[in-house]
């Protein structure tokens, strides 16, 4: 389970990042678009860097043996809020491509959740 919550964190860290570098590359090349699709963007960007940091401090906690569940409940619940939002706009807008990492956020953040609400740890 351990390994699963760093993972994900890292991958949600590292995402953020690539999300805000290509939106501040289409932001520079293109021009700023509306006010809704910058909130948008930031929004995409804070999800992924909250998210994976709650993860990655969590992996960190237990590692360390000290309470790490808080913590990775809070990541999971907002990357589930944020997944939970987007898909149905994307499923119905987007390419298929931008339906895939969300997706998969929401399993591996609805199977951290579920493990947690059982106490199920293989402690590596």
């Not at 678009?33 to 969590?58: E, F, H, K, T």
């Amino acid at each position: 389970m351990i390994r699963l919550i760093r993972a994900l964190g890292v991958v949600l860290l590292l995402g953020g990042l690539a999300h805000s570098a290509g939106v501040a590359r289409l932001y520079a090349t293109t021009g700023v678009p509306d006010a809704n699709r910058v909130l948008l963007d930031v929004w995409i960007a804070q999800a992924q860097l909250l998210s994976g940091g709650l993860y990655v401090a969590a992996a960190r906690r237990a590692r360390a043996g000290r309470e790490w569940r808080a913590l990775a409940t809070f990541g999971a619940l907002t990357i589930i809020g944020f997944s939970a939002a987007m898909l149905p706009v994307l499923i119905a807008r987007a390419p298929v491509i931008f339906r895939v990492p969300p997706i998969g956020y929401l399993l591996a953040s609805l199977t951290v959740l579920w493990r947690l609400s059982f106490r199920i740890s293989d402690g590596g």
